[in-house]
């Protein structure tokens, strides 16, 4: 076990590290950034947290005696009442659920297309731009769908985006540098939006409650893995990168 005691690693830079069971005592973690990365089963006693932002999956999240869970789920359900068709439980809903996305996603588009060309490859605060997070979108769709559900073990294309955090594997495309133009990246967007629709014409709630299975070299690879979970990974994929890209562009169009 490495120990770290009265060491000044302001600025450090720690990626792909493994802190598990870690003890951090009377550490100075103001300024700091973390992303990407698991906080399960973290106890944090003592700490004072002022102008903390947390943005990821919260569950079990206890402050203070409090789960605020639930009470985060809740509020963004008031502000965002569409965001409980997120959830469905049917082919039925499926299909509302991605009518909601479609609309929803072309606002956003047209809301980019007001802003100057060069904006849309701008991150902000680091995260994703406008035509990266399309790519990724693309690539969540053929993993998911069209790998998983279709059973294409190769249904990529060069502009496909990873996550960032990826391990990367062969003969899946990952060209972070590639600048494409919106109306570019925009033809693969599509093309994938009708594959994804396609299948959820055509779902049954039989068909939903199925499994499938991909073992071939690649990503995913899973067997008897819910199809259910698969769509529904699209459907979070979708609205929560919609979120991002809003408040990303309406932050572009404030400095513009």
């Not at 973690?29 to 932002?53: C, K, Q, T, W």
């Not at 999956?57 to 789920?73: S, Y």
């Not at 109306?183 to 199925?210: C, F, K, N, P, W």
Request: with cysteine; hydrophobic share 45%.
């Amino acid at each position: 076990m490495t120990e770290f005691v009265d060491k000044d690693l302001s600025g450090a830079r720690f990626e792909r590290v493994n802190l598990r069971d870690a003890r951090l005592h009377r550490v100075d973690l103001r300024g700091a950034v973390i992303r990407g990365s698991a906080l399960h089963n973290v106890r944090m006693r003592g700490v004072e947290m002022r102008d903390v932002e947390i943005s990821g999956g919260v569950f079990n999240v206890v402050v203070n005696g409090v789960d605020i869970a639930p009470l985060v789920q809740a509020e963004l359900n008031r502000r965002m009442p569409e965001r409980v068709k997120m959830r469905p439980s049917d082919a039925d809903g499926f299909r509302e659920a991605w009518t909601i996305l479609l609309r929803l996603w072309d606002a956003t588009v047209d809301s980019a297309r007001s802003l100057p060309a060069e904006s849309l490859h701008t991150r902000v605060d680091d995260e994703w731009s406008f035509i990266e997070t399309l790519r990724h979108l693309s690539f969540a769709s053929a993993a998911w769908v069209g790998r998983m559900i279709l059973g294409d073990p190769s249904p990529w294309h060069p502009l496909d985006l990873p996550w960032d955090e990826a391990p990367g594997w062969d003969g899946i495309p990952w060209d972070r540098d590639a600048r494409p133009s919106l109306d570019e990246v925009l033809v693969l967007r599509r093309g994938r939006q009708a594959m994804v629709g396609q299948v959820i014409d055509a779902l049954t709630d039989d068909h939903l409650a199925s499994t499938v299975t991909q073992t071939a070299p690649g990503w995913p690879i899973l067997e008897d893995f819910p199809m259910k979970a698969c769509l529904q990974i699209v459907l979070n994929e979708e609205w929560e990168h919609r979120l991002y890209a809003e408040r990303d562009l309406a932050a572009l169009g404030d400095a513009a």
